[in-house]
């Protein structure tokens, strides 16, 4: 079964990291955009980073640029997020999601269903 | 960043008939192709995306469902309301960095 599965998620203090790790099954994710993108309580959708299918490309959304780095792991088939200095302001669920190679790769045609960040003292 | 909004932020139909939401770009999202896509969240689940190049159906997306629009006036209309089709619905546009999605649009049976 094609799917993205998030953990790493929790409560975690204002400042403090974490990491998030995304494990794909069924498809591999060095041959494709990978992305996260969090959803705030109550909130819509922010795309927040992606990860080209080279490995040699990252981009980041300017509001955690500086502080969060992307990353994967080819043979764990694994996308990562390493989030420092987190702020109560990025407490949201955590997606990952595959780039639609149909459509140039900055759409999603594939989501994992999220882990919780809560940052929060 | 490009500013996407939506309307209505709900609406309520009744079975089988026809849902109609808006989306608006601050700037067209126009080259060659619209970069516009429309997803679907149902409580508790991720975003499925149902269309991408503002009409293009994803693979297994039932056919009630169709986008249309140019430049920064987008559709997206369910033409016959099922009860599985409540949700939220957003549109993201791709057109430049970062992707910005609309603030979505509640959809629910009257």
């Known amino acids: 079964e094609v799917q993205l599965v998030e953990s790493g998620g929790g409560l975690v203090q204002p400042g403090g990291s974490l990491r998030l790790s995304c494990a794909a099954s069924?498809?591999?994710?060095?041959?494709?955009?990978m992305h996260w993108v969090r959803q705030g309580p109550g909130k819509g959708l922010e795309w927040v980073s992606r990860?080209?299918?080279?490995?040699?490309?990252?981009s980041y959304a300017d509001y955690v640029k500086g502080r969060f780095i992307i990353s994967r792991d080819n043979p764990k088939n694994t996308l990562y997020l390493q989030m420092n200095s987190l702020r109560a302001e990025d407490t949201a669920v955590y997606h990952c999601?595959?780039?639609?190679?149909?459509?140039?790769?900055?759409?999603?045609?594939?989501w994992g269903r999220g882990t919780l960040v809560t940052v929060s003292s | 960043d490009v500013v996407m909004t939506q309307s209505p932020d709900s609406l309520a139909v009744s079975l089988g008939e026809r849902a109609t939401i808006n989306c608006k770009s601050s700037?067209?999202?126009?080259?060659?192709?619209?970069?516009l896509a429309w997803y679907q969240q149902k409580p508790g689940q991720p975003p499925k995306l149902l269309i991408y190049?503002?009409?293009t159906r994803e693979s297994g997306v039932p056919d009630r469902f169709s986008g249309s629009g140019s430049g920064t006036d987008f559709t997206l209309t369910i033409s016959s309301l099922q009860a599985e089709d409540v949700a939220v619905y957003y549109c993201?546009?791709?057109?430049?960095?970062?992707?910005?999605f609309g603030g979505g649009t509640k959809v629910e049976i009257k």
């Open positions: 999601a595959r780039g639609g190679e149909s459509s140039g790769y900055w759409s999603f045609d594939l």
């Open positions: 990860i080209h299918s080279d490995g040699s490309s990252t």
């Open positions: 069924g498809f591999t994710v060095s041959s494709y955009w």
């Open positions: 993201q546009q791709y057109y430049r960095t970062p992707p910005t």
């Open positions: 190049w503002a009409s």
């Open positions: 700037q067209s999202v126009f080259y060659s192709s619209n970069y």
